[in-house]
């Protein structure tokens, strides 16, 4: 078992945070692979498995991938590896979930071994002038017109260490049992 993993599933929960900030510590292909078996994985609707993943270690093709948004993408640039997830709108109409599943398996999986990963929504984002952010990626890596990008999860050895999620800042009052209460007037 790596050093780094977690001792249970609540405290990886706690733990894992954006890391927005890596290393230049390579990451082992052991451990990589190990990232991508959970993705493949993630439950998906009907167990269609719709979902496909580019994996991308370029540094050149990483600082492109990093300017699909006019922000919140830049991070891409350093990361040792991205991930681009995509679904197939033509296999399921679940596709857009089963891909958010599979990328956020990815990066649990990612963060019991150790590593710091961090979610780029390219789904319904845009460039300054109106292209969506997956034609800009669809350009770079030429996957077909009916995969689409549901996100990029870029991965490293985290330069940064976040303080585990707060306890205390937990929105309990946003769970509610049964039914909505019934507002009082």
Known sequence: MN???MGNFSELVQKRRSVRKFTDEEIKAEDLQTILRAALMSPTSKGTRAWHFVVVDDKDLLEKMSLCRPMGSQF???AKVAVVVLGDRE???AWCEDASIAAVTMQYQAADLGL???WCQIRNR???NGEPSD?????LLRYPENLTAECVIGIGYPAI?????DEDKLKWENVHVGAFPQEVE
Request: net charge neutral.
């Open 3 to 5: 050093e780094k993993a």
């Open 76 to 78: 891409i640039a350093g």
């Open 91 to 93: 296999v399921t109409d």
């Open 116 to 118: 710091g990963s961090c």
């Open 126 to 128: 845009f460039m300054e």
């Open 135 to 139: 034609n800009v990626l669809r350009f």
């Open 161 to 165: 260490e976040r303080k585990p999620q």
